[in-house]
């Protein structure tokens, strides 16, 4: 149903191919009374601000009227599987292209290929490239030519057909149907017989590769919506609620029929089902998902959970307060949303001009064919001059200028680890002069690391180590395994403790080899010592509390009733963070650290990058309004990160980069993802974007300048068709040889330099 509170409709549009018929559409639906739409080409998605009570079918039948088609959100999943049927269809007409117009072109270029009558085995092959595999061409234009509209599709099936055309009259009524036929080349249009050229490769070259670009284009704006469905994903499906009717007894439902006030059991390992308040028990949970800190939360009785955290401790019992769409993680969703929805889609130079350009192609035609029948010339002359024109014109090289850059710039890419969504993204990245970077994850490793051991006097540390290890294998919690981890990795196998025991929200005990041992906090260590006095030595008090003073955690080891040594646990810094930051520095970039750690924590992560710029204890909200805030001062912002939390503040920047180590919901919401988890890798998605970009505009300058050129000598009988198409031919060959330069852009990561 539509929310009628906010007063907007959403539409799934079908049918758009470019963003000439997003600002058609748009147009037609501003039209309406009292009514305000957006139309976004890259999410195939309309967003319309209607008065109370307006009926939204109204709008379907606008949408209709234009020649597209929509659906209402509560249809979405029927539009989703139309998607994939319209995707599915795509992809088996460019595989049937692929087979049937490759040996159309290498017979009309190739001279010895050019057996006899090979010219009607490659009408036979032609004929369901041009009718079948491009029909939806064909529609496009039509349903545009009904609504006296022009787009790339009109140019592309008038080019088409008009190759197809003439071919088929030359095979049929010329004497290109002669067995011995062979092309050749005649600088000016035939003042005899001009019926001996066919243009058939010309036909099925232009439909094959703009359906190959339609189909690359197709599938990278699908993943504009991947992100919503990946941080829904994130739920728990199920849940453990206590039914008072049946003594407490626990009962898995399916997670939509909790109810508020209803109690749950949250075991260890598990995600929290849904926002709620603590009944009984006490744990750590994982709360990074919302917050990027990297250190386990403890609650107990009272405490507020959030859905889809993770349990990491101690069985909780605890009371829904919220639930569906009113839970955090449900607003965290729509905030991707509502950043992607507003994120303005980029027009691409050909579909800007192609409005204008076709029909002032298709008038040229038609008048160089009055005007040479005018003249006295023969009907041959003036009808050859006229397709030299549409066929010169023939949008082979613009439909490759966009595609083929992309494609060999992602490939390379891919090389180096960074995966480019889609050709919108690299507009993005040509003014960007603002990098804000997630911390957790981003620039320190995200994981909890024993970075220091201090030991009381006289105390061997690798006997600290060794105790505090063995005890710690036997814990869950994030320290715990930090700890034992390095004890591991220093000291070989460790031995097994005895009687442990957790002490929630201050720490463990037990023995081990005869010992009783205790890591946790300072008063663990004084209630299991049984003396009155500070557990901790004024060597051990003094270390302790530097290391929370710079942010990290810090823990107490004693054994036999007196203080041992502190371990000190902290997330590290990257070893690649402090290059990447100089990387963009060079680049002309201001790096702003930004997250939900407190300052001493951020300051500490900055003072080591030498980041001058800090934004601490900041919720995912608050990222987004840092972005915004930033942008509103005139920045071009691109945003690095890994975790949920930062979804929708990569949705929100300018560019978007997500850590390939982070989460799905990340790297679907970016517009670029760093696959090897090395920030340094953000300086080569920057510098091969903008390289591919400028490939990608040169492309499309030489694909609109051979026109202009062309054009005039074709509509004066000084090209011949037949050269007219191999003068097509040569601009696609110039453009796929110039995006092909991308093949050797050079790491930064290898290279040590800018490039």
């Not at 030519?145 to 055309?165: C, E, N, W, Y």
């Not at 290890?469 to 196998?493: M, N, V, Y």
């Not at 010992?515 to 004024?538: K, M, Y």
Request: glycine share 10%.
């Amino acid at each position: 149903m539509v929310t009628r509170a906010v007063g907007n409709v959403e539409l799934n549009i079908s049918g758009m191919s470019c963003a000439s018929c997003a600002a058609r559409l748009e147009k037609a639906l501003n039209s309406l009374d009292g009514v305000t739409a957006a139309v976004n080409f890259a999410t195939e998605r309309a967003t319309v601000a209607v008065p109370p009570g307006y009926d939204p079918q109204v709008l379907v039948d606008e949408v209709k009227k234009a020649g597209y088609s929509a659906v209402l959100p509560r249809l979405r999943q029927e539009a989703g599987r139309a998607d994939d049927r319209e995707l599915a269809s795509l992809r088996n007409r460019l595989l049937a292209a692929v087979v049937l117009a490759t040996p159309v072109i290498a017979m009309a270029m190739v001279p010895a290929l050019q057996f006899r009558y090979w010219q009607w085995v490659s009408l036979a092959l032609a004929a369901p490239v041009v009718g079948w595999a491009g029909w939806s061409f064909h529609a496009a234009a039509w349903a545009n030519l009904k609504h006296r509209a022009a787009t790339m599709d009109t140019l592309i099936s008038v080019g088409t057909l008009s190759a197809f055309g003439w071919s088929l009259y030359a095979l049929l009524f010329g004497t290109a149907g002669h067995r011995h036929l062979h092309h050749g080349f005649v600088l000016t249009a035939a003042r005899g017989d001009a019926t001996g050229n066919i243009y058939l490769e010309v036909a099925a070259g232009v439909t094959l590769f703009v359906l190959a670009g339609r189909y690359f284009e197709k599938r990278a704006k699908r993943r504009a919506g991947a992100a919503l469905h990946a941080l829904l994903e994130l739920g728990a499906k199920d849940v453990a609620v206590l039914r008072p009717d049946m003594d407490g007894a626990e009962s898995r439902i399916p997670i939509e029929q909790l109810r508020v006030g209803d109690l749950f059991v949250v075991r260890p390992g598990e995600k929290i089902a849904t926002d709620g308040i603590v009944v009984s028990g006490s744990s750590a949970v994982d709360a990074a998902l919302l917050t990027g800190e990297s250190v386990p939360t403890e609650v107990g009785e009272g405490d507020a959970v959030t859905g889809a955290t993770v349990n990491a401790g101690g069985r909780l019992v605890v009371r829904a307060t919220r639930i569906g769409a009113d839970t955090q993680l449900a607003q965290m969703a729509r905030m991707v949303e509502a950043a992607q929805s507003g994120k303005a889609s980029v027009q691409r130079l050909a579909d800007r001009i192609s409005g204008v350009f076709v029909p002032i192609v298709v008038g040229i035609a038609g008048a160089t064919l009055v005007a040479w029948l005018v003249a006295g010339f023969g009907a041959a002359a003036a009808f050859s001059s006229a397709v030299a024109v549409l066929i010169i014109a023939c949008p082979c090289a613009l439909g490759l200028a966009t595609p083929t850059a992309l494609l060999v710039g992602t490939g390379r890419a891919a090389q180096l680890g960074v995966l480019i969504k889609g050709p919108e993204v690299l507009e993005s990245t040509r003014a960007v002069d603002t990098i804000v970077l997630d911390k957790t994850g981003t620039v320190t490793t995200g994981r909890m690391n024993l970075v220091e051991v201090i030991t009381a006097p006289g105390v061997d540390r690798a006997t600290v180590l060794r105790y505090a290890g063995a005890l710690e294998d036997a814990s869950e919690h994030p320290i715990g395994r930090a700890i034992t981890k390095a004890a591991a990795a220093e000291l070989g196998a460790l031995p097994a403790a005895e009687g442990f025991t957790n002490v929630q929200g201050k720490g463990v005990h037990g023995v081990v080899e005869g010992h009783t041992v205790v890591v946790g906090r300072e008063n663990l260590l004084a209630d299991r010592s049984g003396c009155l006095d500070p557990a901790l030595t004024p060597e051990l008090v003094t270390a302790k509390a530097r290391a929370e003073s710079e942010g990290k955690t810090a823990v107490a080891v004693g054994w036999d009733g007196s203080a041992r040594g502190v371990l000190v646990i902290a997330d590290t810094v990257k070893p690649t963070s402090a290059a990447a930051v100089r990387q963009f520095k060079r680049l002309g970039l201001t790096p702003i650290l930004l997250t939900g750690d407190n300052e001493i924590v951020a300051d500490r992560i900055a003072g080591e990058l030498r980041i001058a710029q800090v934004v601490a204890e900041v919720l995912p909200a608050d990222k987004v309004a840092v972005i915004a805030r930033l942008q509103s001062e005139g920045k071009v912002v691109a945003m690095v990160g890994d975790g949920v939390n930062d979804a929708a503040a990569l949705a929100t920047a300018d560019l978007g980069l997500a850590m390939g180590t982070g989460t799905d919901v990340a790297i679907e919401a970016a517009d670029l993802t760093l696959v090897r988890g090395d920030l340094r890798a953000a300086a080569d998605a920057i510098l091969l974007s903008r390289k591919t970009l400028a490939v990608i505009k040169m492309n499309l300058f030489w694909a609109f300048g051979y026109n202009v050129a062309a054009i005039p000598l074709a509509a004066a009988g000084l090209l011949n068709p037949m050269l007219a198409g191999a003068a097509m031919a040569f601009s696609s060959v110039f453009v796929v040889a110039n995006s092909l330069r991308l093949r050797s852009f050079a790491s930064t990561i290898r290279s040590g330099d800018m490039g």
